[in-house]
């Protein structure tokens, strides 16, 4: 199992977080500040089967929206996940 950890604008989360849903990927959305100029992001935490890790990260892709040269659209970390509980 993996964790993507998906660090987007403010204004592509409603995009994102539809397309992964009608995807069938549950995200969990954490808010937080960062970047030089403190804009909004969200923070878009994603557990996933290894084999869909790829899946995902072409949906975020393909649903942020396009950027000027100087911003990302996105930062994905994939992080592996040993063990995990819900209660």
Sequence with gaps: MKMIIAVIRDIDFD???????SAGFRVTRI????????RG?????????DENVEA????VRQAVSPASE??????????PV???TQV
């Design 15 to 21: 995009p994102v977080t539809q397309s992964l849903t």
């Design 31 to 38: 808010s937080s500040t960062g970047g030089l100029l403190r």
């Design 70 to 79: 100087e911003e990302k659209r996105a930062t994905i970390f994939v992080v």
């Design 56 to 59: 995902a990260i072409t949906v």
């Design 82 to 84: 040993e063990n995990y």
């Design 41 to 49: 992001v969200a923070t878009l935490l994603i557990g996933v089967e």
